[in-house]
């Protein structure tokens, strides 16, 4: 395998018994969600880039520094000044983590039951199929979610015991340079045996499927999210074989519930799991009714509704312009609520009401309103038709698609190559072009960062041939060995 990343290749190599790129595979319909994990990956890469360096991302536009006194983040007085244009709605989901892991979980909780969903619909043998599928995906899950990160905060393990996180943790420290979040970096421990035995023990911590608190591996703490999707991938689990097996409408009347009941009982991210589920089940609704001919004549600006057999083809054809707004609408709805900031929300122009409006009870009261922009906004793009043109050129075109593909590598590799690699280039870098204006400022981050996206990017690239994709293959293989 080339170490060159796949981008730089005339055509990636496909010997050896290499499969396509993730995703290339999938159902067309489906593709998108692959290039909207993409973006969300790399903004994921960029919050954990800048806020350790910048407090703008927990804010939104407009916020003053007399409200921001009573409601900013611990340790940011004085840090404020929110006007900047990139802190408008829309535009900062560039750089907003918060929104990427609403987004990531409705996708996965979509991915995971589409398929059982799909072919549970044949009336002949269609739920027998469906239990085949999810039995092949259980088995599989594990293996596909475990395998990357534990090599990956292996690798980590040593690197930290071979002293390459040294620099890193003195520069985290210097308040001078890192002077917002200062992410943890684990002690050097002065043997490569015990320091193997400590990560033995963080890694452990990611099988404990039985507790649902953030079990955090403190060689990556970003790496939270893995074991909350392992768990999450069991809630799918559970309910789909009963879920293929009950009626329509009282089947997505439960779902609604079970959304509302987890939600409750502070698992917002089952519920965003299970919307994603619910969403899947929706979309075949679509894929099973329209007549492809028609949907092509009636394509609009943000995609053709469903052209119906019978009376309803008339009056899709007859509205398709009015659902069209309507869906624009929802879109902006549904990025203004992923845009919503992190602190201070109910002093933030454009969404003071909304800050209002988050229950009382809620534990992770920031997640609120991204949740169901999310849940919006994955509803929106599988309801429209792929050949849409905005689809087609923001999701499903060849950038989107490559960041989907090793969006997985990047989200996993991203910490530790901040640690090693970003900490040493955004330093020296400021180092060269000076930080006292803003001019200087802006542009030694934009030199160190452009450095920066070129090595995780090509260390993702390779992760993803040399890591991610083969868990992948090797899953499989085990799911041909033991199941029947």
Request: aromatic share 14%.
């Amino acid at each position: 395998m080339s170490i060159l990343p796949s981008f730089l290749q005339s055509k990636v190599s496909r010997n050896d018994g290499d499969e396509k790129p993730q995703g290339s595979a999938r159902h067309r319909s489906t593709s998108s969600l692959d290039g909207l994990r993409g973006y969300a990956a790399f903004a994921v890469m960029n919050y954990h880039i800048l806020y350790a360096y910048q407090s703008f991302v927990f804010y939104g536009y407009g916020l003053s520094a007399r409200d921001a006194a009573y409601c900013e983040r611990e340790g940011d007085s004085g840090n404020h000044h929110d006007r900047w244009l990139h802190q408008l709605p829309v535009i900062r989901l560039v750089y907003n983590g918060t929104w990427a892991i609403s987004a990531f979980f409705v996708i996965s909780g979509f991915a995971l039951s589409y398929k059982s969903l799909k072919v549970g619909r044949d009336n002949t043998s269609g739920l027998a199929n469906a239990a085949a599928t999810t039995t092949s995906s259980l088995l599989r899950r594990p293996f596909r979610l475990l395998l990357p990160p534990l090599l990956a905060s292996f690798a980590t393990a040593l690197l930290v015991s071979f002293g390459a996180f040294e620099h890193g943790r003195r520069i985290s420290s210097d308040p001078d340079w890192v002077s917002i979040i200062k992410e943890e970096h684990r002690g050097r421990l002065p043997s490569l045996g015990s320091q193997i035995t400590d990560w033995v023990g963080q890694a452990w911590k990611m099988f404990n499927v039985f507790w649902w608190g953030d079990l955090r591996n403190h060689y990556d703490e970003h790496l939270w999210t893995i074991p909350t999707e392992l768990r999450c991938s069991l809630a799918i689990f559970l309910v789909t074989p009963l879920y293929t097996r009950m009626r329509r409408l009282p089947r997505r009347v439960v779902m609604v519930t079970l959304i509302l009941y987890v939600y409750a009982l502070d698992r917002w991210d089952v519920s965003l799991f299970y919307a994603g589920l619910l969403i899947a089940d929706t979309s075949l609704d679509r894929q099973f009714s329209v007549i492809e001919e028609g949907a092509a004549r009636n394509e609009v600006i943000l995609g053709s509704p469903s052209q119906h057999a019978g009376k309803y083809g008339l009056l899709w054809t007859q509205y398709s312009k009015l659902w069209a707004v309507g869906k624009v609408i929802l879109l902006y709805f549904s990025l203004h609520l992923l845009s919503a900031p992190d602190f201070c929300i109910q002093d933030t122009p454009g969404y003071g009401a909304f800050g209002h409006l988050i229950p009382a009870s809620d534990p992770a009261p920031f997640r609120f309103w991204p949740d169901i922009g999310g849940v919006i906004l994955v509803a929106l793009i599988v309801h429209t038709s792929p050949s849409n043109v905005l689809i087609r050129w923001f999701l499903n075109s060849e950038i989107p698609q490559y960041l989907g593909r090793i969006s997985y590598s990047l989200y996993i590799l991203h910490g530790p190559i901040i640690h090693v690699v970003g900490y040493a280039v955004f330093p020296f870098f400021w180092t060269l072009t000076g930080r006292e204006e803003t001019w200087r400022y802006v542009l030694g981050f934009l030199a160190a960062y452009m450095v920066f996206v070129g090595i995780i990017l090509w260390a993702a690239d390779v992760f993803c041939r040399a890591v991610d994709e083969p868990c992948v293959r090797l899953a499989r293989k085990i799911e041909q060995v033991v199941l029947l």
